[in-house]
Each structure stands twice: as C-alpha cells, then as structure tokens.
C-alpha cells in the first residue's frame, strides 16, 4: 500500500481516492472478521442461547455470542428468531438482549489494536473503544435488577407490542453491505468458507486498511476540516446521538459505525465524550436489525412471533431508558469516560497485555461465568410482563406440561402395582 500510494500523484483528488481505497479495503476486513467468527463460532453461539438458564449467564451468554459472531444485531436477531420458534422464553432472552450490548464493542477494540505501535494514538482509541462498553455496563447493572423486580422493560415493551402486533416488518437497504458484501463473500468462497483463513485475511486486512486509512486521513483532515467535522457532526451531543442513529440505520450494523470513527478518535479529531453519544445513537440504530425483524415474525399474529417482537421491543427501551437516565447528568457520563481512561492507560502498557485484556474481557471471563453460574438458582421469582396472546400461550403450555406429568406419574404407579400382582401370583 505504501508503494501504491507513493506511485499514485499527489494532490488532493488522490487523497480523497486513496481515503475511499482505504475505507473499502476497512469495512471489508470488518465483514469478513465478522464471517470468520460466524464460521468457526455460530453453531456454538446458538446453543449458548438456546441454553440460558437464569438472567445472570443470559447476559454473559449474549455478550459472549455476540464476541463470537462479531455483531450485537446477528445475536439479537437469532435471540428473536429462537423466541419465535419457542426455543427459549422471553424470562430467558431479555438478559440476552442486555449482554449483547456489552458485547458489541469488541470490534472497536480490535481495530484500537491497530493502533498499538503508536502509543499515544493506541491510548486515545482504546480509550474510544471501551468508553461505550463502560456505559452499557453501568446501564446493564442499573437496568436489569429493575426488570426483574418491576418489569419497567417488559412492561414498556408489552405496551408498544400490543400497539403494533399485525404492522408487519420491511428491510431497509444496505448501500454499504450492497458494495462490501459481494467482495466478502467472493474472498469467503475462494477460502472454502475455512472460518480460521477467512479470519487470517481478515485481520491481515484489517491492518492494511486502517494504516492506510490513518495515513490517507493525515493527509486530508487540516484544521479547516477537523473544525467542520466538529462543528456539523459533533458540535452537540445530541447532533453527534442523532448522525449515530441515522448512519446505524442506513448501514444496519454499529460495528462498522462505530469502529470507523475510532481512527478519529486516535488522531484526537473526536475526543472520546464528544464520541460518546454517536456511539450511544448507534447503540439505538441497531436495535432496529432485530425490531423489523420482530415486526415481520409478528405479522402472522401467533403467540410465539408477538413473543420475539416484544423481546425486540426490550432492545431499544433498554438503550433508551439507559440513554434518558444516565446521559443528560454532566457527573454521571463523565463516569465511563474516566473508566476508560484508567483501562487504556493499564492495556498501554504493552501490546501482551492488550491482546490479553481482550480474550480475557471478551471471551474467557464471559465463557468462564457461564460455566459457574449456568445452575445456579437465581430470580426464579421473575416473570416478565407479556402480551396476553403470550400469557395465555404460556399457561397452555405449563397446564400439558402438568397433565403430561401426572400421566407419567400415573403410569408408574400403575407399573408399580402390576409388578406387585405378578409378583403375588407367583408360587
């Protein structure tokens, strides 16, 4: 890339081209990080769901499907669909739902990585990088012990639900995933769909597109240009939460979003608060992945598709309620700010223990928690609020399951007594 972009002539023109180059060999590397792990993890990513036994390792198992399959809307939408076919409950897929969205910045702090031999730039991106994770953390151990003693979400959710059942669902366009997706899958297919080579290319990508990207973004952001970035996209909190949401929504995927901006991020073009709530806006932007495809579910009116579409519902109230009561508090916000201050300054200190932060945060802890958690008998009291086709489908289903037992039972005791007449028979 070096050689190419010194043969190329200089000036401005090639600059932006060499940026578009840049940004197109990046978001390729990203769909493909996120097709290997679906190779090599989705099987194992689907029985983790499908396996959830209390809220505790629900929300370890969303976050760690979601480091598997590299996109919080892949985990969310398969938690909707397995709800819809009545493989898990929504006791079950609400905790899911929260760990996804811990579990989605893993992709930043990848591509922070790729900023480590520069060590100022490396702490400004991991710093970038884990500041949306803090919050959801924050949120996720505020949010989820009110769920299960109040249902605010379920509740909240069960309202809009019963608003919409029968609406139906649409798929929005992709122009990103129009352009990047062909390329993939031509890369995925020429590997045999090998998920360990496709995610070898990945990151070799990965590291040709982002240097590239930062050198290409050196050449281009002068002070005139870095102002109007601030001034038009970020010159309000709100202003940077709304171009979040809208930029999730066009291109259905807060990986790509956010990671994108985490190169800004390193440059100190966007300061990590200011970054804050654009990720937070993309937080909410895809949380519509898995909404339209509730609505679509939910459009034949059983009580197993309105089940999933209130589970989506969940999704975006939890990144609302979380956005309403800890972002406008100036001393609140600044909280997973300063936390991700203290863990770029402790993962700086050598690119092993940069590596190793992260398959500890993301895949060992999570996959360790799991473990030691999956029988324990935790908030066995909770039953989340639920439309009342759900309700009713539910006491159907425990009354056979009641009925099935007692047959059961009353065949063993009828085996029981005919083993004693035999026996008495006998001379």
């Given amino acids: 890339m070096n050689r190419l972009t010194s043969a190329l002539p200089r000036g401005r023109v090639w600059n932006i081209v060499g940026l578009l180059l840049a940004l197109l060999i990046f978001f390729v590397s990203l769909e493909l990080l996120g097709d290997g792990f679906q190779l090599l993890g989705e099987d194992a990513a689907e029985a983790l769901l499908a396996t959830t036994r209390n809220p505790i390792t629900g929300v370890f198992t969303g976050i760690l499907a979601t480091t598997l399959l590299q996109s919080s809307s892949t985990t969310t939408s398969m938690t909707v669909a397995l709800v819809a076919a009545g493989a898990i409950d929504t006791a079950a897929a609400i905790p899911v739902m929260l760990g996804a969205n811990i579990g989605t910045s893993v992709t930043n702090t990848i591509v922070a990585l790729g900023h480590i031999r520069n060590h100022e730039e490396f702490v400004r991106a991991f710093k970038g990088a ?17 769920e299960l003693t109040t249902n605010i979400l379920s509740w909240s959710a069960t ?18 995933g129009f352009i990047v997706d062909p390329i993939a899958e031509l890369i995925v297919n020429l590997t045999g769909e090998t998920g360990w080579l496709v995610l070898i290319i990945a990151i070799a990508l990965l590291y040709l597109g982002l240097r590239s990207l930062v050198k290409a ?14 001034k038009y996209l970020f010159k309000t909190p709100w202003q940077a939460m709304l171009f979040g949401l809208v930029i999730t929504v066009a291109v259905q995927s807060s990986s790509i979003t956010t990671s994108v901006i985490i190169p800004l991020i390193a440059l100190a073009v966007v300061a990590t608060m200011q970054a804050l709530p654009y990720f937070l806006g993309a937080n909410i932007g895809t949380s519509t992945t898995a909404l339209l495809a509730g609505l679509a579910l939910a459009g034949n009116g059983d009580a197993e598709s309105i089940a999933a579409l209130n589970v989506a519902w969940v999704h975006m109230i939890f990144d609302i309620y979380a956005i309403i009561l800890l972002f406008p508090i100036h001393k609140i916000r600044h909280i997973p700010v300063w936390l991700a201050e203290r863990a770029a300054e402790f993962v700086a200190q050598g690119r092993a223990v940069a590596v190793a932060y992260v398959a500890l945060v993301f895949y060992l802890i999570p996959f360790g928690l799991i473990w030691t958690t999956q029988d324990l008998e935790v908030a066995q009291f909770y039953e989340p609020t639920v439309p009342q086709e759900v309700q009713e489908l539910q006491t159907a289903q425990d009354n056979e399951a009641e009925s099935s037992e007692e047959v059961q039972d009353a065949l063993g005791g009828s085996n029981g007594n005919s083993s004693e007449s035999e026996s008495d028979t006998e001379p």
């Fill in 130 to 146: 884990m500041v949306l994770d803090f919050f959801n953390i924050i949120a996720v151990l505020i949010f989820l012990p009110l």
């Fill in 159 to 176: 309202q809009l639900t019963n608003a919409v059942v029968g609406m139906g669902g649409t798929e929005l366009f992709d122009p990103l």
């Fill in 217 to 230: 973004l050196k050449a281009i952001l002068n002070d005139d240009l870095k102002e109007k970035i601030k």
